[in-house]
């Protein structure tokens, strides 16, 4: 199982609310060599981050360093890719990514500040997607990033 190592970009991008951290805020813990309280963190902080979870994906799409973080949804067959103001998601690895998961026929939600969009796979409706939406995020603390339908 992979490390956070440097990033910590969930930890800006993410509500934790047991640490009372709003989204879009950095997180007290976060140092340049990562969370300081790493081994210890909340168990709020242990959120299903793809790249933590999946080693086959490259180290280049450690989520800081594009700036663009994911999240899947596997049951729901949806995968909620969130991105930094500025960060670029429409080319280079994250885009790469996105069309691996269209292809295996997930639908991916891409968040960056009030913009979402949904990218829908071959043959799944846009009514099919927000049904797919809610049932991945049906009573998940995540409530604060989801895209709302
Ligand atoms: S985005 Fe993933 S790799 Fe980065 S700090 Fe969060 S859980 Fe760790
Ligand atoms: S406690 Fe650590 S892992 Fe949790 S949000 Fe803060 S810096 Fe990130």
Not at 32 to 48: A, E, F, L, N
Not at 77 to 86: I, Q
Request: aromatic share 8%; proline share 8%.
């Amino acid at each position: 199982m992979r490390e956070c190592g440097e990033c910590t970009l969930c930890c800006t991008l993410l509500e934790v609310p047991v640490l009372e951290k709003a989204s879009g805020e950095a997180c007290a813990h976060c140092h340049p060599g990562g969370c300081s309280i790493y081994y210890g963190r909340p168990g709020q902080c242990h959120w299903d981050c793809l790249w933590l979870a999946e080693p086959s994906l490259p180290d280049e799409l450690r989520p800081d360093i594009h700036g663009v973080l994911f999240e899947p949804f596997w049951d729901a067959r949806v995968v909620v890719a969130m991105a930094e103001p500025g960060a670029v998601w429409k080319k280079g690895p994250p885009a790469n990514l996105i069309h691996t998961m269209l292809a295996d026929g997930y639908v991916v939600w891409v968040m960056q500040e009030k913009d979402r969009h949904v990218i829908l796979p071959e043959g799944v409706t846009q009514e099919e997607a927000e049904e797919r939406a809610k049932r991945a995020w049906r009573g998940k603390w995540q409530a604060r990033a989801i895209p709302q339908t």
